[in-house]
């Protein structure tokens, strides 16, 4: 089980950008493919991105392809997701998980495909 500490949330203003954080204890990124979710008030939480534990494969939803990207840095076992052109309708908490996986192209897109999840970071997005 590895433990996942999101940080970097906050208020932007619409157009603006933020930079996630998802530090790692417990166990060495090594082999978990990592995912970003995000819940806004009453809603599903629903998939925003997944990057493969190689790092070379990552997939996005459609509502933030082109203005989001997910990375890691193995070495400090930290996932990002840089968030830019920042919308309104991006307003959530936002959730980083954990699937452990041989398969180095692997990028999980569903909640059930993940092991381990974080406690989430608010972002909220002015007009």
């Known amino acids: 089980q590895v433990q996942l500490v999101e940080s970097g949330g906050g208020l932007v203003q619409a157009g603006g950008s933020l930079k996630l954080s998802c530090a790692a204890s417990g166990r060495t990124l090594t082999n978990y493919a990592l995912g970003w979710f995000r819940q806004a008030p009453g809603k599903e939480r629903e998939f925003v991105a997944a990057?493969?534990?190689?790092?070379?494969?990552?997939y996005y939803s459609d509502h933030v392809k082109g203005r989001f990207t997910a990375s890691r840095d193995d070495a400090k076992n930290t996932v990002y997701l840089q968030m830019n052109s920042l919308k309104p309708e991006d307003t959530a908490d936002y959730y980083c998980?954990?699937?452990?996986?041989?398969?180095?192209?692997?990028?999980?897109?569903?909640?059930?495909?993940?092991?381990?999840w974080g406690q989430g970071t608010q972002v909220t997005v002015s007009s």
């Open positions: 998980a954990a699937r452990w996986t041989m398969d180095i192209t692997y990028t999980p897109r569903r909640l059930g495909e993940y092991e381990d």
């Open positions: 990057i493969s534990w190689s790092g070379r494969n990552t």
